[in-house]
């Protein structure tokens, strides 16, 4: 079974700070993602990667950065939080093949105070 | 439009009804497909992919049509634990998924 880990399911930060989290697959994936999912907006996309040291923006870049550098590890970075971050994070991992779904971590429930 | 659309929902239906949700997708690239279950307050969970020949899996079957962009699930025989949210999901680039918002299923004794 595929597993993904993300490191915290919860977290609570203040205004301003820099936060880190952290996601880890054990399967060898190639791509792995970073979503938020807010209600009533569904999952929305943040970043992507399709290898090691490689990261593409998603649909909604702005106020987060990534860093693949190893991969098994996906990291999102928010560099300065803001209230609008709180959000449920969901980290997925896939196979860069045609055909094959994506698996989710248990996601990080993130409130900016 | 959104790539992905789904039925509104919610959908509130006795156990043991047969329940249909739809889905349609925009990109006519798309190449793979795939119904999610997400619980509330949990991650999306892969429920089963969709063959362009129809699959079943138990009480799941899910249906493709190419031609009308257009993916289906139906549900027999509804349990008290098939209610979640159920997320239609459209692969175009290897790897690279599209959800639709979900639509929300309970089932009631």
């Known amino acids: 079974d595929v597993k993904v880990t993300q490191s915290s399911r919860y977290l609570v930060k203040r205004t301003g700070e820099k936060v880190f989290l952290e996601c880890v697959q054990d399967?060898?994936?190639?791509?792995m993602f970073w979503y938020r999912q807010d209600p009533g907006l569904g999952l929305r996309l943040i970043y992507f990667?399709?290898?090691?040291?490689?990261?593409e923006k998603g649909d909604i870049p702005e106020g987060y950065s990534v860093s693949r550098e190893k991969k098994e590890r996906f990291s999102l970075i928010l560099e300065s939080a803001s209230t609008n971050q709180t959000s449920m994070y969901l980290c997925?991992?896939?196979?860069?093949?045609?055909?094959?779904?994506?698996?989710f971590g248990d996601g990080t429930r993130l409130s900016i105070l | 439009r959104k790539e992905v659309e789904q039925d509104p929902g919610p959908f509130n239906v006795p156990e043991g009804a047969t329940v249909a949700f739809n889905c349609t997708y925009s990109?006519?690239?798309?190449?793979?497909f795939f119904w999610y279950r997400q619980d509330c307050r949990k991650e999306p969970k892969l429920l089963m992919s969709?063959?362009?020949s129809g699959n079943e899996d138990g009480r799941f079957t899910a249906q493709l049509n190419r031609a009308s962009q257009y993916i289906s699930l139906l549900i027999r025989d509804s349990k008290l634990s098939d209610s979640a949210t159920y997320l239609c999901?459209?692969?175009?680039?290897?790897?690279?998924?599209?959800f639709g918002d979900g639509t929300t299923l309970t089932v009631k004794p």
């Open positions: 990109n006519s690239a798309s190449q793979s």
């Open positions: 990667s399709y290898d090691v040291k490689m990261k």
């Open positions: 399967m060898d994936h190639e791509n």
């Open positions: 999901v459209v692969n175009t680039n290897a790897g690279k998924s599209t």
């Open positions: 969709v063959y362009s």
């Open positions: 997925a991992s896939t196979r860069h093949i045609e055909g094959q779904p994506q698996h």
